[in-house]
């Protein structure tokens, strides 16, 4: 279990509400914070075994709600971290890690709601799941919309994402909570767009109401692994 000490404050009791990690090892928090019910809090530990430290404590505005979804890239002291909101936040808070602290960068803007459910880091581009949205691609540089799931990829996904970069291509997997089920997108070549490869099928007839899923890839092996609550991993 990770060291908690000093892991405190977050909006209804939720100091710690999504956590990401890195390629080498380090793991990143977010709590929960509301308005100017909390701030917002994100958290640090070397390894499993070190001890949290406090990497940022502040706004980053003065009436969001961030920490519904929270995301890692990099490694060592380059680590660029994201904090997005609910459904009426259409702003993805940027952060970067220098191996003390974490320094706010500024903010992405996306469609409202679009970055609630699960973020990716890609080649300079920013993936968003949120509720009732399609999957979005952002440049970062830039912050422009580049790329949204076509339509036979339903009107999710509504959970968490994966990314496989495997082989020569580089495929998005996310949860689509309106049947259950996932869908693989191709984003090897963005400028071209997204396409569907392949969908899962509802994974499971057991209620989730949440909408809760996990998605894993091992990107040596190409393999993933697609867990639905209540249901079952495949």
Known sequence: TLDMTGVTE???????NEMATTSDGQIFAANLRIG?????????????SAAPTVIYNGG????????????AAGSGNDVRLYVSGSSNNPNVAKF?????????DGMLAVTAGAARMGMIEHDGH??????????EIYELSSGSLVATAP????????????????????????????????????ITNIDAGMFVIENSGPVGENTNLNGTA???VD????????????????
């Open 219 to 234: 990107s040596e092996s190409g393999m993933a692994y697609l867990m639905v609550s209540n249901n079952a991993i495949l």
């Open 60 to 71: 980053p505005d003065d009436t969001g709600r961030f920490g519904d979804s929270f995301a």
């Open 151 to 186: 339509e036979e990829a339903e009107t999710g996904p509504f959970g968490d994402i994966g990314l496989v970069d495997y082989n020569g291509m580089v495929a998005v997997i996310a949860y689509d909570h309106s049947d259950g089920s996932f869908t693989m997108l191709d």
């Open 10 to 16: 977050g909006s209804y009791g939720y100091t710690l």
């Open 214 to 216: 996990f998605v894993s």
């Open 36 to 48: 100017t019910t909390a701030p917002l809090k994100i958290y640090h530990w070397a390894d499993e």
């Open 126 to 135: 920013l993936i968003v799941s949120g509720i009732g949205t399609p999957l």
């Open 96 to 104: 970067s890690f220098d191996g003390t602290s974490a320094t706010f």
